[in-house]
């Protein structure tokens, strides 16, 4: 094998591997990066400081049966699933705020079992999860009350029991511009 074969063999190896970690940043440096609370700053000299962030919540069934008994359709767990991510707004709106007076942000897992009646009304819902900390009660009960208030869903006209994990989080929508200058340009003026 020749030697321009064997860097030709290797730059076809490598190109894909680099344009992967070419993509993979960009991503991230998007505002309201979801890795920003596990402490993933790429694209950021420092830490960044968010100037405005919202309130948003995610829904994910977990578990869901009837409760004569019996387990329910793909179809039918879709649909729970598509009506408890069309609460997640109006839950984040209720939502207390989400950091402390020591500036922590509180995201608790919140497990609710909710029941659905008949009549497409809600019955009952519970907090399963339990929770040391008083603002992540608060959380909870918030997240609890709004779905309790909300509008059910019917499926075919039978009690249904659902697990629901709510996660709340901070959605950054805005930075402050970067406190110092990493690389400087010399301006060019032009007459």
Do not use: K
Not at 44 to 69: I, Q
Request: net charge negative.
């Amino acid at each position: 094998m020749t030697r321009s074969s064997l860097v030709f063999a290797l730059v076809a190896l490598l190109a894909p591997a680099s344009a992967l970690a070419q993509r993979a940043p960009r991503a991230a440096c998007v505002p309201g990066n979801p890795l920003y609370d596990r402490g993933d700053y790429r694209c950021f000299g420092e830490r960044p400081v968010p100037s405005r962030a919202r309130a948003a919540v995610s829904a994910r069934v977990e578990a869901a049966r009837f409760l004569s008994g019996g387990a329910l359709t793909a179809h039918l767990r879709d649909e729970l699933e598509d009506h408890f991510d069309g609460l997640s707004s109006a839950l984040a709106e209720e939502l207390p705020s989400l950091t402390d007076d020591d500036g922590d942000l509180h995201t608790p897992d919140v497990r609710l079992a909710v029941v659905l009646l008949p009549s497409g009304s809600v019955g009952r819902v519970r907090v399963l999860s339990h929770h040391g900390d008083a603002l992540d009660r608060r959380i909870a009960q918030s997240l609890a009350a709004g779905v309790s208030s909300s509008d059910g869903v019917s499926i075919e006209g039978s009690e249904v029991e659902v697990i629901v994990r709510l996660r709340p989080r901070l959605r950054y929508t805005r930075w402050l511009a970067p406190r110092h200058v990493r690389c400087c340009v010399e301006p060019s003026y032009d007459e």
